[in-house]
């Protein structure tokens, strides 16, 4: 007899290829995109498909004279092109980008899933919705500029460097470049070494809806090409995200420049889970918060704060839930843990586990699936009996693992929630709404989810306090850092 797994669907029935396998092109080499062409380099690097450890392509890293090459392009653009540009006009550009994006979605989601790791659920349904909803809202700010501070004339800056990470690469890339081109600035960007093939797709994308050329340029390489970028002297705006020590340089090298400079830095998150809460969304909001995009995400609700008494019986719902997840080929739709990025970062989160483990943490693992033979995959992890003294409460892992903690009242929640140097992004659930808004007004954080996590929103100001950065990104808040009043 045939096994049911064999049995074949005929006539009617017979389904298409799933959307997401839809094959993309990927050049063998990427060089620069400057002054409206794709223009090869000389030193190249390999950027990895994390989960099968396969070369994608060689990418060329920019030195000095590229870097100067695409800021010259940007620079001539805003002063003859972009910058004198009617903002109806802009707008108009900015709108075909968003729709372009939307009609080539399915490769633009297949790539990142390549090239970063993230299960093709989240790159086809958060990552790039996201990303053109950004081009879409900003196109709707950039013939309404006179509105955007009130009584005041606003104008751009001119040139815009941006250096991005590799956590949400195409997402990164809108944030910054949506609002700063809506407002008529100029960009040269920089995208993150080990994910730069979306880059390259959207920059077809640019050629495809008609930008003029020089208005967006873009600079592969790593931390030296970025260097070279945020040192330039043209650019008036520097807008970085990435890591806190690599903000804190960017910081001090561009002291006394009288450049504009925005950081979206690093974070420890806390979901704070009281005890009146919907147990059963806040463990699903807590799986959100850090086992989406293995953990990789700036936001990430990396320590869980447990009211006492309901400790056990959330670890243990949390415990059932974490055994069903699927971890695996970013490329399978069922998948919801992919590949961490790159051997260097898997290195670090293993180092973290091991240091939890050290200082007296229970090491606690589950899933649905084993971790595949080949490719970079960590699973996801718990960190039980945590201090707030800890090293893993302290410091940013940025991977699938989980700090666990427990509080009885409210204020030692919000001092626990408080005692780490970042101060990104938290969530609070319970059903008191008086406890919801006096404990998020306490939180020393940018961004406080009521009742859920992760949720973003084009219109929606994000960005941090003291150690995760300064200056917001989204809504009209976002176009602040590229614009000056007179
Ligand atoms: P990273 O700081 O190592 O690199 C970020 C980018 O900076 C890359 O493009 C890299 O090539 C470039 N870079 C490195 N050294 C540089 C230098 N000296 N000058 C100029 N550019 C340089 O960070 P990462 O590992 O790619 O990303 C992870 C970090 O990013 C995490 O700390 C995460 O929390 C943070 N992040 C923050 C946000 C936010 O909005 N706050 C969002 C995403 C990621």
New binding site residues.
């Given amino acids: 007899m045939t096994p049911p797994h064999e049995l074949r669907l005929s006539g009617a029935l017979d389904l298409a290829p799933a959307p997401e396998r839809t094959p993309v092109h990927i050049p063998p080499r990427l060089g620069h995109f400057i002054d409206g062409a794709f223009v090869d380099g000389s030193d190249t690097f390999d950027t990895i498909n994390p989960a099968t450890g396969d070369v994608l392509a060689k990418v060329c890293a920019a030195g000095a004279e590229e870097v100067d090459a695409a800021v010259r392009a940007a620079d001539r653009a805003f002063r003859e092109v972009w910058g004198p540009m009617d903002g109806a006009a802009r707008g108009k550009v900015l709108y075909r980008i968003a729709r372009r994006m939307q009609e080539r979605s399915r490769e633009l989601a297949v790539l990142e899933s390549m090239d970063n790791g993230k299960p093709i659920r989240e790159s086809r349904d958060v990552d790039v919705p996201l990303a053109a909803n950004h081009f879409f809202y900003y196109a709707g700010w950039a013939d309404k500029l006179s509105y955007a501070v009130p009584g005041r004339t606003v104008r751009p800056l001119g040139v815009a460097a941006q ?6 690469p195409l997402l ?1 890339m809108a944030w910054k470049l949506a609002p700063a081109l809506a407002m008529g600035n100029t960009v040269v960007i ?4 080990t994910t730069p093939l979306t880059a390259r797709l959207l920059c077809e994308v640019f050629q495809e809806v008609g930008l003029p050329p020089g208005v967006v340029n873009v600079v592969n390489g ?2 030296a090409t ?2 070279h970028l ?1 040192g330039h002297p043209i650019p008036r705006k520097v807008a ?7 903000g804190k ?2 910081l001090a090298s561009t002291a006394g420049s009288g450049k504009k400079v925005t950081l ?4 420890k998150g806390a979901n704070i889970v009281f005890a009146d809460a919907a147990l059963d969304q806040a463990v699903e909001g807590t799986i959100n918060g850090i086992f989406f995009n293995q953990g990789h995400v ?1 936001c990430a609700g990396s320590r869980l704060l447990l009211e006492e008494s309901v400790a056990a019986d959330f670890l243990g719902r949390l415990q059932r839930r974490m055994s069903t997840l699927r971890v695996g080929d970013p490329l399978d739709k069922n998948t919801d843990v992919g590949a961490i990025n790159s051997e260097r970062q898997l290195k670090v989160i293993q180092h973290y586990v091991d240091v939890g483990r050290n200082e007296g943490a229970t090491v606690w693992q589950g899933s649905a699936t084993a971790l595949p033979k080949r490719g970079l995959f960590h699973l996801p992890t718990l960190l039980l009996d945590v201090d707030s003294t800890c090293t893993v409460a302290r410091e ?1 892992i ?1 991977g699938p693992v989980l700090s666990v903690l427990t509080f009885r009242t409210p204020d030692e929640a919000i001092k626990k929630a408080n005692d780490t140097e970042y101060g ?1 992004s938290c969530g609070v659930w319970t059903e008191k709404t008086s406890k919801l808004f006096e404990v998020s007004h306490a939180l020393n954080c940018g961004v406080v989810w009521a009742n859920g996590y992760n949720l973003f929103d084009p219109a929606s100001p ?1 960005g ?1 306090v003291r150690h ?2 300064f200056g917001r990104e989204g809504g009209l808040a976002g176009l602040a850092p590229y614009l000056e009043v007179t």
């Fill in positions: 250096v991005i990470p590799w956590n949400f990164m920089k995208p993150a070494e790593a931390g970025g260097g945020v970085f995200t990435g890591s806190t020590g690599v340089r960017i979206e830095l690093g974070g700036c940013e940025f990104l994000f941090g995760s950065g």
